[in-house]
């Protein structure tokens, strides 16, 4: 009899150990939506993706040449949707937007009007992530880096403002990259943020170049221009994003490697 209680007793001291144990915590997934200043090879994109610890799942499906019409014109929005329907195994999918590069004008087959078109576009991407369970984080379109004179030319404010308005307007969070990127390009001056480009500046490339940083006519091609980026601006601007990620969402501070406050300058 006495052996029969002290089991008894030993079981129900023992069993609160094996039902209190902890549910395994999910993982964050993190989806970029963009175009090439975001993209695999030619933007910040991937830079941002490495920041992540390994259980974080960070997909990059920002793509060249895409405007906030053409990226889901082509179905590539369709792609994004699927994996938010398929999104149990993750705690919260968050799910970066920027657009605006080849929203602008004379982009035949890409182009929105700025007035209907790119804030509709921009308001259904809020609408349909937050209908499928995740987090829209829009992104205002990074700078180029052209200069006229002294003073950088911020041709893309106009679709910063438009991005702007419909994240206050849904109570969206927003990470306002082209005011950060622009800020720190225009204190860099033309040189230094020319070192940001995928290739050195040619000697021949004449500093006035236009907004999107196309070589002067008869110029040998060259991979330079003012408005991709090589290693150097993939740190940079991945940083801007990463710090403001961190901003926004507190929690998400133990995913990165390093702080991302402490990330957020050249290395």
């Avoid at 090879?41 to 974080?56: H, I, S």
């Avoid at 804030?119 to 369970?133: H, K, M």
């Amino acid at each position: 009899m006495k052996h029969s209680v002290a089991l008894l007793s030993f079981s129900l001291v023992a069993a609160p150990a094996f039902a209190t144990d902890p549910a395994p915590v999910k993982p964050i997934r993190i989806i970029l939506v963009g175009d090439s200043t975001m993209a695999t090879r030619t933007g910040y994109g991937d830079a941002l993706c490495a920041r992540f610890q390994p259980e974080v799942s960070c997909i990059n499906l920002a793509r060249g040449g895409r405007s906030s019409g053409s990226f889901r014109a082509e179905g590539r929005w369709d792609e994004v949707q699927a994996l938010l329907k398929d999104g149990a195994s993750f705690s919260t999918t968050y799910v970066l937007v920027q657009f605006g590069h080849n929203d602008q004008p004379g982009k035949p087959g890409r182009s929105t009007d700025l007035v209907t078109q790119f804030p509709q576009n921009i308001d259904r991407y809020v609408s349909e992530t937050t209908a499928l369970g995740g987090v829209p984080v829009l992104v205002t379109p990074l700078t180029r880096r052209s200069f006229k004179g002294d003073y950088l030319k911020d041709d893309l404010a106009p679709w910063a403002a438009a991005t702007r308005r419909i994240a206050a307007q849904r109570k969206a969070a927003l990470i306002d990259l082209n005011a950060t990127s622009a800020a720190a390009v225009q204190k860099m001056g033309q040189d230094e943020a020319d070192t940001l480009a995928q290739a050195p500046r040619p000697a021949n490339y004449g500093a006035p170049a236009s907004a999107a940083g196309v070589e002067p006519q008869g110029a040998p091609k060259s991979a330079f221009d003012r408005t991709h980026v090589g290693a150097k601006g993939a740190a940079l601007f991945s940083s801007m994003v990463a710090a403001e990620l961190e901003r926004l969402f507190p929690g998400m501070k133990h995913s990165f490697k390093t702080p991302a406050a402490q990330a957020a300058s050249l290395p």
